[in-house]
């Protein structure tokens, strides 16, 4: 059996490369916490628990770079059932 998972990146044009979560950088969607510096992993000023994809305006904190790509990995696994 074949289990397909399907993962979806950012990826920084400018550095040619996907990115952590750490090294993703934008606004938190949190309804009125709007902080402009959260991170791709959790925002610092709620404390909420975020994905980088659904960042507002995310950016790489390597090179301050605003144009990050979307990609949809697909990956299939060999899965043995016992």
Do not use: H
Not at 32 to 48: I, T, V
Not at 64 to 73: G, I, N, Y
């Amino acid at each position: 059996m074949f289990v397909t998972i399907i993962y979806i990146q950012l990826y920084c044009d400018t550095c040619e490369r996907f990115l952590a979560d750490r090294l993703v950088e934008g606004t938190c969607p949190t309804e009125g916490c709007n902080y402009d510096s959260a991170r791709g992993d959790q925002c610092e000023n709620c404390g909420k628990l975020l994905n980088p994809t659904e960042l507002i305006n995310p950016r790489c904190k390597v090179r301050d770079w605003f144009f990050l790509l979307l990609f949809f990995l697909s990956c299939v696994f060999s899965k043995t059932i016992v």
